[in-house]
């Protein structure tokens, strides 16, 4: 029985024993060993001794998985992923076994590794290592890979032409005075906190940052009218009058979903997958303009007289856990 991934991502993440059948080496989930008393056992570890070295050459106590993401996620309704599973310990041990559940609320509907995990079967495996694939083919908004264990293994596979991405901060409001509200930053593509290997051979890019709101202005009117100045008489007398003009409202980043727009004497722009959001114009009598959202991991547009713009979201938060095999396209920072 095969393993949930393929013998080429098995050779990536190791951990399996190798075996010729047929004249043909394929990896292979469990060995057994002959104890003392001669009954066959599965074994947990496996060493053999190379150059006078013993060397771990397989891992038994290992739960193996494989999750698809085919269906575009923007974090905005639950989808479907499909998983491929193998158990380490209790009745289904070693059995190859599929299923499927659905991206939760708690997680914005995002991918989360930790939970893909529960709905598969891991909760009654003590707390065991895992080795496994999350395969990349679709748009996704975000996805977290948290510490499981410590000592485990994932291999992270963005397919050709697909994307992982965080969503675009949102514009703030133009204001009617001079005080001004900054934008939202953009939100996080991947987030990795266990020892991964990276495939990209498409995007991964951090949401751009919202535009800031525009200050407002003061107009001032002058009206001419007359006054009882002396007994019987008018007087001419000038007067000023006063109102406010609002700022523009700041365009939301680009992101998936992109950023809002913020609302002002002329709105912003809603920020898209495709491009940020321009700042809405301003109003006249000294109001200022809304900054434009940010591009891809990138800071929204700053300037005198705007909310401070929002900055660009990490296209990789974890980047230290990551050994790249193919970098791809990276779009925005990657920290940690």
Known sequence: MGLPYSDQYAELLGGNAWIKRSGTWEPTHSIHAKDSGGTWRRAKQHYIKSGGTWREVHKGDVYRFQFDLNSNNAGTSAKTVNTRWMECTGSNIDDLQTGSYNTISADSYTFDL????????YNTQGGADVYGVVYINSWQRNITIPNITGASKVLIVVAGGKRVMGKGGNGSAGQNTSNTNGGQNGQTGLYVREESILINNGQIAGGGGGGGGGRGGQCTYQNTGQYGCMKGSQCQATYQNFS?????GGGGGIGYPGGQRGTGGNNGQNGSINAPGNGGGASGCGSVAGGRGGGWGSTAQGGSGRGTPGSGGNAIDGVSYINKLTSGTINGGQVN
Request: proline letters at 0%.
């Open 244 to 248: 406010t003009s609002q700022g523009g």
């Open 114 to 121: 930790d939970t893909a995990l529960s709905y598969s079967g």
